[in-house]
């Protein structure tokens, strides 16, 4: 089988890295984007639109036996929602669907086809299935940005819960994880903030940006949630053009070394504070100094400019974290659709979280990001490689126990020793007054010898890791006070007594250990207690991954590895070393030695016991028994259980004979089809022989009738001369196709009427008759120039004659001819690929026009001419070459007899 057509590399009898790169490769040429490895199913973005996703293709993967069919994402949707139904032999159990890859693999579009298809699968009602599909969008406004990687990249964990009662879903939940706050302050080169904020200044025109009114304009885009009410939007979008302001106010120091507000940002700070529905001196009070309370007394610390820019930055980090937070509080409130608390609800989670990423400068952000894709790797170690903690012992893999909820162990990679350790430092550092080269400092004491750490020898704060996916580099400057995420101690009370109603309600909010917005009504109190915020009084970082973990070990998962071919984003391209890093990051390499050498299907006791009862059930046998640890049977049972087994085995033969019947007829008719194939061939060889033949009888006979046809046409031209008729005039020396004559084709009308059709011959003889008579009374004169007849009018000839005419002519060759049934003509026209007809109307002040032409002509040469300038729409054709007139009964009677038609021809 060649490398393209393999579906499933596990079962491919050597594979390494070269073999599975060209199976990729092979694959991907040949636009097989998708390929399962095992139950894993590999993703490559084509960059490009292809025809995988049509309503017929949804259909057919609804149900199916996963090698029935190709591999692609429907089947993963489908194998998740069969499982969770309890249909794949296991019990009835929650999902979850885990997509990673690197940033711009694909991630985002692959979980919106994967909720697609399972609102398909469980024929989900129109207004919650829309209601799914359409919040992504606003999500990617508020949480998504440009990156030197992707320009549509994730900034932040998606975990998207589908709720189910039996097949039906009922709801939907997202939860939001590790949202990168700090983008909101600084963005590195080639980077840009998150797209909400392009979408609204793309709305305000240069006045309203000198005026600082913002809201009006930014209410315009594109937020239309059904439980979000005007006033909530007018005040969602104040607020984040009150960030855009903040942003703006810069700091300097004064003479006696305090700091205050520059003076061009004093317009700044005025808008920022209207925007906030807070006084001015209050806010300013809270960038530029501290209050604290120490024995009923307040005691208030001056800024330094560091300090000020750093209150400031916390401030708009903190107020768009809890802003994104409300948006998705709010799409939960949309896709809760009331579920009752008392039903028993099954779930389908899926999950969409950044990629790997290793830019030139590493800093917190990525930590956390990479921290999260060790945690995956992980989880997707402890499902698929995992078998049992002394299994393959002698390949040296070494684990250590991370505990979790309720105390349960969990075994994960050994990879996992530096990263854990380092997040317990945080903790360790958080409410100590440290900086961050003590941090690196006591990174490098701790596990200078550990063999995933590396010192680095800098002046400053960098270390390395060695993730699963290769080293990283880290600057540490900023660690810890992101990863305290902070806001000034008075800021929580003096937004809470906002008087923009939305933000009153964020900083009211109570903020889980996830760091999740939790709101709740504001309680405005101007005598509450100062106090010091903290999104959690620990990194709540590792309490997101840590909520993250247990709800996927809780279920059964479903991996889909997403690969990036290429760093351009182009088509059909497929970047070899690229790819194969993303590869080995993925461990997919070690996924297929180990399923294939490995016991990869290893069920529970309990769970073996269940299908081995759910068997027994469906025979006859009766009276044995299911002990805690056995099972019971009676003597006779033994005999029972051989005899049914005896005739499964003589259903397999009838099964196997069967198959093999229908394989060999498949192969039959697959020879049979050839032959016939064959022997048409023949068959049309020999007619085109046969054709050949009578077309040298033709033009033997043509060439006798000649000198006959000349004596005619001189007759016809001096019997017009003398009587003077419209026509009399026209130089008929040459020939044209008005010189056949009835008394010529005797022969030729005997055949029409052999042909067992005499009526319809004579109402086709009735209509070419009465087009004659119409062109000679009405078109003569027009068509014809000083006498003659164009070169490139035929009279009336077939469609087919036309175009055998023009067979062999170039491109540009054209020819007009007289309708046969109608009173008109026809323009044909040699293209590129075959020859094109086009319809000349006769309009009713006696003007030519070309259908779909808007120029109208006075005559056919007039139409012709201008046409051999300007092109005939829709493709601009241009008349080139006129196809000359040869003998018309010689034309003609070539394409009858080509044809086996046989038409009297005659202007007579």
């Given at each position: ?22 199976s990729?490769?092979?694959?991907f040429s040949?636009?097989h984007?998708y ?49 969770m ?14 997509i990673?890859?690197?940033?711009g ?5 692959s979980?919106?086809?994967?909720l ?14 829309q209601?799914?599909?359409?919040v992504?969008p ?14 549509n ?22 939860n939001?994880?590790?949202l990168?706050?700090s ?9 840009r ?33 059904n ?9 969602m ?5 009150g ?6 106010i810069t700091?300097e120091?004064?003479d006696?070394d305090?700091?205050k ?5 004093q317009?700044?700070?005025k ?20 209050m604290?309370?120490?024995r ?6 001056l800024?330094?400019?560091q300090?000020?820019?750093d ?6 980090k903190?107020v ?22 008392d ?24 930590l ?16 698929i ?41 945080f ?17 490098n ?5 550990n ?13 390395t ?7 990283v ?23 809470i ?6 933000l ?15 709101p709740?009504?504001?309680k405005v109190?101007?005598?509450m ?14 309490h997101s991954l ?18 990036k ?5 182009l088509?059909?391209q497929?970047?070899?070393?690229l ?7 993925n ?11 490995g ?14 009862i759910?068997i027994?059930?469906?025979?006859e046998l009766?009276g ?18 051989a ?11 009838v ?13 039959y008719?697959?020879?049979?089809a ?9 068959r ?10 009578r077309?040298q ?16 046409n ?45 009526e ?13 008579r119409?062109?000679k ?12 007849f164009?070169c ?13 005419l ?5 491109l540009?060759?054209?020819?007009i ?18 020859c ?38 829709p493709?601009?054709?241009l ?30």
């Amino acid at each position: 089988m060649e490398e393209h057509l393999q579906e499933d590399l596990a079962s491919l009898s050597d594979l390494d890295e070269k073999s599975l790169l060209e199976s990729l490769t092979g694959r991907f040429s040949h636009n097989h984007i998708y390929t399962y490895i095992g139950d894993i199913l590999v993703a490559v973005n084509p960059f490009k639109q292809l025809p995988l996703y049509e309503k017929e293709v949804s259909e057919r993967y609804k149900c199916r036996e996963k090698s029935s069919l190709p591999p692609h994402i429907f089947a993963v949707a489908d194998r998740a929602y069969q499982s969770m139904l309890g249909r794949l032999g296991t019990g009835p159990k929650n999902q979850c669907i885990v997509i990673s890859g690197e940033s711009g693999a694909g991630k985002t579009e692959s979980t919106k086809l994967l909720l697609r298809q399972l609102m398909e699968l469980c024929r989900a009602n129109s207004q919650l299935e829309q209601q799914i599909l359409q919040v992504n969008p606003l999500l990617e406004a508020f949480g998504n940005a440009q990156t030197v990687m992707n320009d549509n990249s994730s900034r932040f964990g998606k975990y998207i819960q589908l709720r189910f009662q039996n097949s039906s879903v009922k709801g939907a939940k997202i939860n939001e994880y590790l949202l990168e706050k700090s983008r909101v302050v600084h963005q590195d080169e080639g980077e840009r903030n998150f797209h909400i904020f392009y979408c609204m200044l793309a709305g305000i025109s240069p006045q309203d940006k000198e005026m600082y009114v913002f809201v009006v304009h930014c209410v315009k885009i594109c937020i239309d949630l059904n439980s979000v009410m005007t006033q909530e939007k007018v005040d969602m979008m104040t607020i984040l053009a009150g960030i855009l302001s903040l942003g703006n106010i810069t700091f300097e120091t004064t003479d006696s070394d305090a700091v205050k507000v520059s003076e061009k940002s004093q317009g700044w700070l005025k808008a920022t504070a209207g925007q906030f529905g807070v006084q001015e001196e209050e806010l300013l009070r809270c960038l530029t100094c501290t209050m604290s309370v120490t024995r009923g007394e307040s005691i208030h610390r001056l800024h330094n400019q560091q300090q000020a820019e750093d209150a400031r930055d916390s401030i708009a980090k903190v107020v768009y974290g809890r802003v994104f937070g409300w948006i998705v509080s709010k799409i939960n409130e949309l896709l809760s659709h009331k579920l009752d608390s008392d039903v028993a609800l099954s779930e389908i989670g899926i999950l969409d979280i950044f990629g790997f990423e290793n830019f030139a400068v590493n800093r917190f952000e990525q930590l956390c990001i990479n921290l999260a894709n060790e945690q995956l790797q992980f989880f997707f170690n402890h499902h698929i490689f995992l078998m049992e903690q002394n299994e393959y012992k002698e390949e040296g893999i070494q684990w250590e126990t991370i505990t979790f909820k309720d105390n349960k162990p969990i075994l994960v990679g050994y990879r996992s020793v530096p990263l854990t350790r380092c997040l317990a430092l945080f903790e360790l550092f958080f409410n100590l007054q440290a900086t961050d080269g003590n941090f690196v400092d006591k990174l490098n004491s701790k596990f200078k010898a550990n063999p995933h750490f590396e010192v680095v020898k800098s002046h400053s704060p960098l270390f390395t890791i060695v993730h699963y996916a290769g080293k990283v580099q880290y600057n540490a400057s900023g660690f810890l006070e992101k990863n305290r995420d902070n806001i000034p101690a008075n800021i929580r009370a003096l937004f809470i007594n906002s008087v923009t109603p939305l933000l009153s309600v964020l900083f009211a909010a109570t903020i889980s250990r996830t760091g999740t917005l939790m709101p709740r009504k504001a309680k405005v109190c101007s005598t509450m207690k100062p106090l010091v915020y903290h999104c959690h009084a620990k990194c709540p970082m590792q309490h997101s991954l840590a909520v993250l973990m247990e709800k996927m070990f809780a279920a059964s998962p479903h991996f889909v590895r997403c690969i990036k071919p290429n760093s351009s984003k182009l088509p059909d391209q497929l970047d070899s070393k690229l790819v194969m890093d993303q590869l080995r990051y993925n461990g997919l390499l070690e996924t297929i030695r180990i399923r294939r050498e490995g016991f990869s299907w290893r069920p529970f006791f309990k769970e073996f016991v269940q299908r081995c009862i759910s068997i027994l059930n469906t025979t006859e046998l009766r009276g044995w028994k299911c002990g805690s640890s056995r099972l019971f049977f009676k003597y006779w049972h033994q005999e029972e259980l051989a005899r049914l087994l005896e005739r499964l085995g003589k259903a397999a033969v009838v099964i196997q004979k069967n198959y093999h019947a229908m394989s060999c007829r498949r192969k039959y008719l697959v020879l049979l089809a050839e032959v016939r194939r064959q022997q048409q061939a023949q068959r049309e060889r020999e007619m085109e022989e046969e054709m050949r033949m009578r077309r040298q009888l033709l033009e033997e006979e043509e060439r006798k009738r000649q000198l006959f046809m000349e004596q005619e046409n001189k007759s016809k031209r001096e019997h017009s001369f003398v009587t003077r008729k419209p026509w009399a005039f026209l130089n008929l020396g040459q020939a044209t196709p008005f010189d056949n004559d009835l008394q010529v084709n005797t022969d030729l009308m005997k055949l029409l009427g052999q042909s067992g059709d005499e009526e319809r011959a004579k109402e086709k003889r009735k209509k070419r008759n009465n087009t004659i008579r119409w062109f000679k009374e009405t078109q003569v004169r027009k068509v014809a120039r000083n006498g003659t007849f164009p070169c490139w009018f035929h009279g009336m000839i077939t469609r087919r004659q036309a175009e055998d005419l023009l067979i062999d002519k170039p491109l540009g060759c054209f020819l007009i001819r007289v309708g046969q049934s109608r009173e008109g003509y026809t323009l044909t026209y040699r293209g590129a690929d075959r020859c094109r007809h086009y319809m000349i109307e006769m309009q009713s002040n006696g003007k030519y026009v070309i259908l779909g032409e808007d120029r109208a002509h006075s005559s056919l040469p007039d139409l012709v001419q201008y046409h051999t300038q300007v092109g005939i729409e829709p493709l601009m054709e241009l008349l080139t070459i006129p196809c000359g007139q040869v003998s018309s009964a010689s034309a003609v009677s070539k394409a009858s007899f080509l044809h086996k038609k046989f038409y009297i021809i005659t202007f007579s």
